[in-house]
T-cell receptor, first 117, second 111 residues
Framework: DTGVSQDPRHKITKRGQNVTFRCDPI?????LYWYRQTLGQGPEFLTY????????KSRLLSDRFSAERPKGSFSTLEIQRTEQGDSAMYLC???????????????FGPGTRLTVL | LAKTTQPISMDSYEGQEVNITCSHN???????ITWYQQFPSQGPRFIIQ???TKVTNEVASLFIPADRKSSTLSLPRVSLSDTAVYYC????????????FGTGTRLLVSP
């Protein structure tokens, strides 16, 4: 399978604990995005990378959240001191951005469902 | 980014054609219109993208009138497996640095 993969698929944690999610994008894709989705809502943008550079962060990404893409390949999203409001599906997507007009389709992974008790 | 408005839900039967209309009155000159599909417990999946007139692929057609203030996603002869949430997004094609999703349209296809 050469699609976007995410690990773990499900995570249950207690309030106050730290959690880390991993995303492996499609191998030749230079852009990687993180979104969060709560029940009944569309995904909300959190942040994105071009190669290893983090180019934009949403205001939703509080100081408890940090994302990295150290070698421009896989990415991690860490949430420190989790709160019950962090319970959501965390989606990763990747795309190949060529810098010119054209289809910049984003390919999404299956998501990591986080439950904070 | 232009805001979009689409119906919250739609019902259909197998074999029918389904048309989902999206309003985007404030669309900008550089904006493209893109539709994504999402099944439960899966990430969204790109369906189709267009700028004006009509675009067709193996899955759907996208109709965009001359004023581009709305667009219609057309799904021919739907099946049960087309039951999903459909999102209409508007944004610059070269950018799409972030996708801005609304609440989407929940399509339920019944036998």
């Amino acid at each position: 399978d050469t699609g976007v993969s995410q690990d773990p698929r499900h995570k249950i944690t207690k309030r106050g604990q730290n959690v880390t999610f991993r995303c492996d994008p499609i191998s030749e894709h230079n852009r990687l995005y993180w979104y969060r989705q709560t029940l009944g809502q569309g995904p909300e943008f959190l942040t994105y990378f071009q190669n290893e550079a983090q180019l934009e962060k949403s205001r939703l990404l509080s100081d408890r959240f940090s994302a990295e893409r150290p070698k421009g390949s896989f990415s991690t999203l860490e949430i420190q001191r989790t709160e019950q409001g962090d319970s959501a599906m965390y989606l990763c997507a990747s795309s190949l951005f060529l810098g010119t007009s054209g289809n910049n389709e984003q390919f999404f992974g299956p998501g990591t469902r986080l439950t904070v008790l | 980014l232009a805001k979009t408005t689409q119906p919250i839900s739609m019902d259909s039967y197998e074999g029918q054609e389904v048309n989902i209309t999206c309003s985007h009155n404030n669309i900008a000159t550089n904006d493209y219109i893109t539709w994504y599909q999402q099944f439960p417990s899966q990430g969204p999946r790109f369906i189709i993208q267009g700028y004006k007139t009509k675009v067709t692929n193996e899955v759907a057609s996208l109709f965009i009138p001359a004023d581009r203030k709305s667009s219609t996603l057309s799904l021919p002869r739907v099946s049960l497996s087309d039951t999903a949430v459909y999102y209409c997004l508007v944004g610059e094609d070269t950018g799409f640095q972030k996708l801005v999703f609304g609440t989407g349209t929940r399509l339920l296809v019944s036998p």
